[in-house]
């Protein structure tokens, strides 16, 4: 198409599937959108594509200048590429023609210190900048994303009218806020697929133990994850689980989900929030456990090679013993309320996470707000983040999910049948990582006393590490190795 005879309101540079549909997206809205890549052939395509789709108000560019000088000041341009260099690469080429004021987007997944470092290198221009998460995938950037801005609050109220309309609509507003300074909209969209990680896992579990214990058929479980989608469980990622059991395979014979390979992919995010969570000392056990399926999934031949030694030694499948005398009913609502309670400790972990960091750096995050913005558009979208929005209403400073008086009334009530579906799985020698981390770590938060007390004697056993007392303050050494001799000789003088 060519250049626009007016200004446009916006600019987009990066026309990667995500970037054609976000600027389709945002001249859909009706706001006049410039549009960039380095690949000319991808600038005619989206050009095409606004055509087609509704004669809508976006126009190509071929050359950074062009395309920048095309833009309303003051100027705001999104970039969506590769996350890492291509960045750089790309703010480089534009900001060579741009006037400060002017406004950066990064909409990619990016590292969120990398974003930190950047609005500092812009500043020196003048220029502002923004992290923004964009969750939702394809179909979210094209029909409405979850969209996490964070950084310079001024660049955010520059564009603040076009990414309320842009971004999905639930019942109470757009899901986009200002999260806060520097790189926390970076920070919030990786606990985000962090939590997507646990879900995605907890999700795979009761379809292991359904399909394997209660001998489940994929018209089965179509039925019933559509049935749970009408629930408590009502989410993108249960309903989309529904529909891949229920697709035939055009190549083969049966279901295309039996034909798929055992091995998870990943781009880094998960493993990321795992190593936040460990930096700050935060728990965040079924996250890690989802990361660690995803590394033990990758070694296919290895679990092929160990099924077929163990086998020889004599290892036998309990599976199919157990699932003869199942109450199939009875199973499938267990596993219901397991999933449903293990989410509550994934997310639980996410949301501590969050404000271990908020802390750490002054953002100073509304939790309720993120709950909020979460439950349309993106991919861990669901019913119950509203119940959490409402949970950090009633009390902002809420330690955890877990305490929360109601979502502490719904552990109770699940916990007989959480324990039932782990205890079985467990008999049957199924692996349920996710599961058994959340019970672990519901089971650990609700002790007021733990063993920690042998641990910390053993360190200050082998290394000095003193201890405190539950009855009286200060920190105390015991000389544990002599105490323990002298009993030992009085009790052999004893004897």
Same mark, same amino acid.
């Given at each position: 198409?060519? +250049?626009?005879?007016?200004?446009?309101?916006?600019?987009?540079?990066?026309?990667?599937?995500?970037?054609?549909?976000?600027?389709?997206?945002?001249?859909?809205?009706?706001?006049?959108?410039?549009?960039?890549?380095?690949?000319?052939?991808?600038?005619?395509?989206?050009?095409?594509?606004?055509?087609?789709? =509704?004669?809508?108000?976006?126009?190509?560019?071929?050359?950074?200048?062009?395309?920048?000088?095309?833009?309303?000041?003051?100027?705001?341009?999104?970039?969506?590429?590769?996350?890492?260099?291509?960045?750089?690469?790309?703010?480089?080429?534009?900001?060579?023609?741009?006037?400060?004021?002017?406004?950066?987007?990064?909409?990619?997944?990016?590292? /969120?210190?990398?974003?930190?470092?950047?609005?500092?290198?812009?500043?020196?221009?003048?220029?502002?900048?923004?992290?923004?998460?964009?969750?939702?995938?394809?179909?979210?950037?094209?029909?409405?994303?979850?969209?996490?801005?964070?950084?310079?609050?001024?660049?955010?109220?520059?564009?603040?009218?076009?990414?309320?309309?842009?971004?999905?609509?639930?019942?109470?507003?757009?899901?986009?806020? /200002?999260?806060?300074?520097?790189?926390?909209?970076?920070?919030?969209?990786?606990?985000?697929?962090?939590?997507?990680?646990?879900?995605?896992?907890?999700?795979?579990?009761?379809?292991?133990?359904?399909?394997?214990?209660?001998?489940?058929?994929?018209?089965?479980?179509?039925?019933?994850?559509?049935?749970?989608?009408?629930?408590?469980?009502?989410?993108?990622?249960?309903?989309?689980?529904?529909?891949?059991?229920?697709?035939?395979?055009?190549?083969?014979?049966?279901?295309?989900?039996?034909?798929?390979?055992?091995?998870? =992919?990943?781009?880094?995010?998960?493993?990321?929030?795992?190593?936040?969570?460990?930096?700050?000392?935060? *728990?965040?056990?079924?996250?890690?456990?989802?990361?660690?399926?995803?590394?033990?999934?990758?070694?296919?031949?290895?679990?092929?090679?160990?099924?077929?030694?163990?086998?020889?030694?004599?290892?036998?499948?309990?599976?199919?013993?157990?699932?003869? =005398?199942?109450?199939?009913?009875?199973?499938?609502?267990?596993?219901?309320?397991?999933?449903?309670?293990?989410? !509550?400790?994934? /997310?639980?972990?996410?949301?501590?996470?969050?404000?271990?960091?908020?802390?750490?750096?002054?953002?100073?995050?509304?939790?309720?707000?993120?709950?909020? !913005?979460?439950? =349309?558009?993106?991919?861990?979208?669901?019913?119950?983040?509203?119940?959490?929005?409402?949970?950090?209403?009633?009390?902002?400073?809420?330690?955890?999910?877990?305490?929360?008086?109601?979502?502490?009334?719904?552990?109770?009530?699940?916990?007989?049948?959480?324990?039932?579906?782990?205890?079985?799985?467990?008999?049957?020698?199924?692996?349920?990582?996710?599961?058994?981390?959340?019970?672990? /770590?519901?089971?650990?938060?609700?002790?007021?006393?733990?063993?920690?007390?042998?641990?910390?004697?053993?360190?200050?056993?082998?290394? +000095?590490?003193?201890?405190?007392?539950?009855?009286?303050?200060?920190?105390?050494?015991?000389?544990?190795?002599?105490?323990?001799?002298?009993?030992? *000789?009085?009790?052999?003088?004893?004897?």
């Amino acid at each position: 198409m060519e +250049a626009s005879p007016a200004l446009s309101r916006i600019g987009l540079a990066g026309l990667a599937v995500m970037g054609q549909n976000l600027a389709l997206n945002v001249a859909e809205k009706g706001f006049p959108i410039s549009v960039y890549n380095r690949t000319t052939s991808k600038v005619d395509e989206t050009a095409q594509r606004a055509q087609d789709e =509704g004669q809508l108000p976006l126009f190509g560019h071929y050359t950074p200048r062009e395309f920048v000088l095309s833009i309303k000041r003051p100027r705001s341009v999104v970039i969506l590429v590769k996350a890492g260099s291509p960045v750089d690469q790309t703010i480089a080429a534009l900001s060579d023609h741009m006037e400060p004021g002017d406004c950066i987007i990064d909409g990619g997944n990016e590292w /969120y210190e990398n974003t930190e470092r950047r609005i500092q290198e812009v500043s020196n221009k003048g220029l502002l900048y923004l992290g923004m998460g964009v969750s939702g995938g394809e179909e979210g950037a094209r029909n409405g994303p979850s969209l996490m801005p964070g950084g310079s609050h001024q660049a955010y109220s520059n564009i603040q009218d076009i990414l309320e309309k842009v971004a999905a609509q639930v019942e109470d507003g757009p899901c986009v806020t /200002y999260i806060g300074e520097g790189g926390s909209g970076n920070f919030v969209k990786m606990v985000h697929n962090g939590i997507e990680y646990g879900d995605m896992q907890l999700i795979s579990e009761a379809y292991d133990v359904l399909k394997h214990v209660g001998g489940l058929s994929n018209d089965e479980l179509a039925e019933i994850f559509a049935e749970w989608n009408r629930g408590e469980l009502e989410s993108f990622l249960i309903e989309i689980t529904s529909d891949i059991f229920s697709v035939k395979d055009d190549l083969s014979d049966g279901f295309l989900v039996d034909k798929i390979l055992d091995k998870t =992919g990943m781009k880094g995010t998960g493993k990321w929030t795992v190593q936040q969570a460990a930096e700050l000392s935060v *728990a965040a056990p079924t996250i890690a456990a989802s990361l660690d399926c995803r590394y033990l999934s990758g070694l296919k031949e290895e679990r092929e090679n160990a099924a077929g030694v163990l086998k020889e030694a004599g290892l036998k499948e309990e599976v199919g013993s157990l699932a003869k =005398g199942i109450d199939k009913k009875r199973l499938i609502d267990d596993v219901r309320q397991a999933l449903y309670a293990s989410k !509550i400790c994934s /997310y639980a972990q996410g949301m501590n996470l969050l404000r271990a960091k908020s802390v750490e750096k002054g953002w100073n995050l509304n939790f309720g707000e993120l709950a909020r !913005i979460w439950k =349309g558009g993106c991919i861990i979208r669901a019913v119950f983040l509203d119940r959490i929005k409402k949970a950090y209403q009633r009390n902002p400073n809420l330690a955890s999910l877990v305490v929360d008086p109601e979502f502490a009334r719904e552990m109770v009530q699940r916990q007989a049948a959480w324990r039932r579906v782990v205890g079985l799985a467990i008999s049957a020698g199924i692996s349920t990582p996710g599961m058994c981390a959340s019970l672990a /770590y519901f089971d650990t938060y609700r002790r007021a006393r733990l063993p920690a007390n042998l641990v910390q004697a053993q360190r200050d056993l082998f290394g +000095a590490h003193t201890y405190e007392r539950i009855d009286r303050p200060g920190s105390f050494h015991t000389e544990w190795k002599k105490s323990a001799q002298k009993r030992n *000789a009085s009790v052999g003088a004893l004897n």
